[in-house]
């Protein structure tokens, strides 16, 4: 059986050029881990924030709303702004590339990178997106079989 290990924010320290990345729904900063560690090599200080609920149990997740996970993406270049960097790109994926929208509206941002933002047939694809999710962390928690109906979430 795999150790499971809950996932959480990490910082990077490099140069005084700072980047915030900002993971997708379901997903969790190890998907922005690799892209991180790149950057962080030419120099790039690197904080990748983890969304609440994100990583744990099911039950945990849908207890956690998109403003809660705004807040996290949005502290993320707080916490950064709090540590001096004043030269603040932003990164996101999908749901994260909503978040660096919004944060170039209302920061001053040095630059913004968008991968795959949703469009407005996204969230069409959420409930399998959570199915997956559900499936994903079953599997690494050892469990071979379950079911979605006997779990009460939905």
Excluded at 8 to 27: C, M, N, Q
Excluded at 78 to 84: I, K, P, S, T, W
Aim: charged share 20%; with cysteine.
């Amino acid at each position: 059986m795999i150790k499971f290990v809950t996932p959480k924010s990490f910082f990077y320290e490099g140069d005084e050029r700072a980047v915030l990345l900002l993971h997708s729904f379901t997903s969790t900063t190890s998907d922005m881990k690799r892209l991180a560690k790149y950057l962080n090599s030419r120099g790039y200080t690197c904080h990748v924030p983890l969304y609440r609920g994100h990583g744990e149990a099911p039950e945990q997740f849908l207890k956690t709303t998109l403003r809660q996970w705004w807040e996290d993406a949005e502290a993320g270049f707080h916490y950064l702004q709090a540590r001096g960097y004043q030269n603040i790109a932003v990164i996101g994926v999908s749901m994260g590339d909503l978040f660096t929208l919004k944060l170039a509206q209302q920061e001053t941002v040095k630059g913004i990178v968008t991968m795959s933002v949703p469009n407005h047939d996204a969230a069409s694809f959420l409930p399998q997106r959570f199915y997956n999710y559900v499936t994903r962390y079953w599997r690494l928690k050892g469990y071979r079989q379950w079911r979605l109906k006997n779990m009460r979430l939905l």
